[in-house]
């Protein structure tokens, strides 16, 4: 998964419930642009270069996969769903909400429409106060100085006082620490990976990913399916079964909860689609004894595909030795998982039809997986 962009964005507003349009606007850009990593205080300051009721200001960080432009277009629509009216007319004006992107990670941006780090920034008291919370020794990268130094050398001498309210964290809601331990699984290019890293970057989770890439039987198994079945899934059973064992009893101070993106039941639901029958009883024999002594999650999520789309994410992400795996094998494999969701039924289970969604490339395909893991 490719490294988000950090975005630094102003948020203001002197109309109405000031402090909800504020909440409503992070809440928005939380649900459509990406994770509210930080959030500063709110401050009333007077209104800059024309007469009006004053403001409330804050400042927040967030990390986004999408680019400073698609952001500000996104901003934009945020500003107009809470009825922010841009008459055209000169000057400034009163506003419901005012977004400006501060500074990003993606450095230096210039367009037509966006001029990142924001031209003015530095001028304005209202802006440095709530962004030295969040983004103290932030690098201006015209200036080559920290936010904290920018506001030290501030000319603006407009008064600005920190209230005594606190803007509520719209990740809040998402109560996902209570399982204590959260497993996401699913078919050969489900998604499975590429949820839990959102959900342990998103939510504080210590992370356990599955180390497919160092089977050495793997690559072999799908070239002769027969004559590798075996040794690849006794591998794939030792290593799963050792990497969990380890994992989930070192505990972690600074993490929230455990998110993995396999059960070691799944071992046992490949095994029986890919061994022969005197295989599978003694593989059955070694897992049964395994499993016992493991911790079981508090939540488990099947991210459900259809074939046509398990074929398009396997060619998309282009391991070569994956290439060959027939619709046949994956069709096994889905109707596997459902019967071992049937079979459990002490299990906390919760299936995920994913096959409409992109919850990389559409952050509100992510919130819509959120809300139905944590409310349906």
Not at 21 to 49: C, H, M
């Amino acid at each position: 998964m490719k490294t988000p962009n950090l975005i630094h964005i102003s948020l203001g507003s002197n109309i109405g419930n000031r402090l909800n349009f504020l909440e409503k606007a992070i809440t928005r850009i939380y649900q459509n642009i990406g994770d509210v990593v930080k959030i500063s205080r709110v401050y009333q300051t007077p209104a800059w270069g024309f007469e009006s009721d004053d403001f409330y200001n804050a400042c927040i960080s967030i990390h986004t996969f999408y680019n400073g432009q698609e952001v500000l277009a996104k901003l934009m629509d945020i500003e107009v769903e809470l009825g922010r009216n841009r008459t055209g007319a000169e000057g400034y004006e009163a506003r419901t909400i005012d977004l400006d992107i501060l500074l990003s990670s993606e450095g230096i941006l210039e367009t037509k429409e966006l001029i990142v780090p924001h031209p003015a920034m530095q001028k304005r008291k209202f802006v440095l106060t709530p962004l030295v919370e969040i983004a103290n020794d932030e690098i201006h990268p015209k200036f080559d100085k920290t936010i904290g130094d920018l506001l030290k050398e501030v000319e603006d001498d407009s008064e600005v006082e920190r209230l005594d309210v606190k803007i509520i964290d719209p990740k809040d809601k998402y109560t996902l620490a209570k399982y204590q331990y959260l497993t996401i699984e699913g078919n050969i290019g489900a998604g499975k990976t590429s949820l839990a890293q959102l959900v342990s970057r998103e939510f504080n989770a210590k992370l356990i990913l599955e180390r497919f890439a160092d089977n050495p039987f793997l690559p072999k198994f799908y070239e002769d399916m027969e004559r590798y079945a075996f040794p690849l899934e006794m591998s794939f059973l030792a290593d799963r079964y050792q990497r969990l064992q380890d994992d989930i009893a070192q505990f972690d101070l600074f993490k929230d909860f455990v998110v993995s993106d396999y059960d070691v039941f799944k071992s046992l639901i490949f095994a029986k689609v890919t061994l022969q029958s005197e295989e599978y009883t003694l593989y059955k024999r070694v897992f049964d004894l395994m499993y016992r002594n493991l911790t079981k999650p508090g939540m488990y999520i099947y991210l459900y595909q259809n074939t046509e789309r398990l074929l398009q994410n396997i060619k998309k992400r282009g391991r070569d030795y994956e290439q060959k795996i027939p619709p046949e094998y994956l069709n096994k494999i889905n109707q596997g998982y459902l019967q071992f969701i049937k079979s459990q039924p002490g299990f906390n289970v919760k299936i995920v039809d994913v096959s409409e969604k992109d919850f990389i490339a559409n952050r509100s395909d992510f919130i819509a997986i959120l809300d139905e893991i944590c409310f349906s």
